[in-house]
């Protein structure tokens, strides 16, 4: 605590058997306190003709992050805060996914709220759903600068506001039923993918699939 009192320094790698013991209370506590597995979100997705050219948000603090180490990838702030936006990607093997329930097959037009630091712009990702699947690139920069704001001290996360760029990422076709919209990295020029706010799913004339 002296020599690190902001705590910035991050000492697990260091400490791997202290890591361990610590997940294992947190296992213990959370099984005690919660004896079910928190189940996952499933967003509905009603049919295209109901929603009259309205489109559908999958925001980022509903997604559900995966990791193979249970780090490189995060929500800023905590999970489930709606001003909350998924960042520090780095790790290649993690996914982000959004459980969906589609009342009928149709297809839909994908677009993503990103941001993007100049060093990691030309990151390659990639968007499936069931056998759909489509790579995209965010091609250029577009930082998280925070929104011009009267407070004298600007907000933290997740109460933060961020300036957004819209990236079209192409038609996904969604099967009837409960699926997975998942978003993988492919490859990075720099440390980080690119941050993501949320997915919107807009409505396409006569896709619906029999």
């Known amino acids: 605590m002296l020599s690190d009192p902001g705590q910035r ?10 890591v361990s013991a610590l997940e294992l209370e947190f296992d213990n506590w959370l099984k005690d306190v919660h004896p079910l597995p928190p189940t996952e979100p499933v967003i509905p997705i009603p049919s295209q003709k109901s929603l009259k050219g309205r489109s559908i948000i999958l925001p980022a603090h509903e997604a559900i992050l995966m990791s193979s180490s249970g780090r490189g990838i995060r ?10 936006w998924i960042t520090d990607w780095s790790d290649t093997e993690a996914a982000i996914s959004w459980s969906v329930d589609a009342t009928a097959a149709q297809q839909w037009k994908a677009t ?12 390659r990702l990639r968007i499936s759903s069931g056998n759909s699947m489509r790579d995209f690139v965010v091609p250029e920069s577009h930082q998280t600068d925070f929104k011009r704001s009267r407070e004298r001290v600007p907000p933290s996360p997740p109460y933060a506001g961020r300036n957004w760029r819209e990236l079209s990422v192409g038609t996904l076709s969604l099967s009837h039923g409960r699926q997975e919209i998942r978003i993988i990295g492919v490859n990075r020029p720099g440390l980080c993918f690119a941050e993501i706010k949320s997915l919107k799913l807009e409505p396409l004339k006569n896709t619906s699939q029999r």
């Open 9 to 18: 320094l991050d000492v697990a790698d260091n400490n791997p058997e202290v």
């Open 112 to 123: 993503l709220l990103v941001a993007c630091e100049p060093q990691d712009a030309g990151c």
């Open 75 to 84: 929500h800023a702030g905590s999970a489930g805060y709606a001003n909350s």
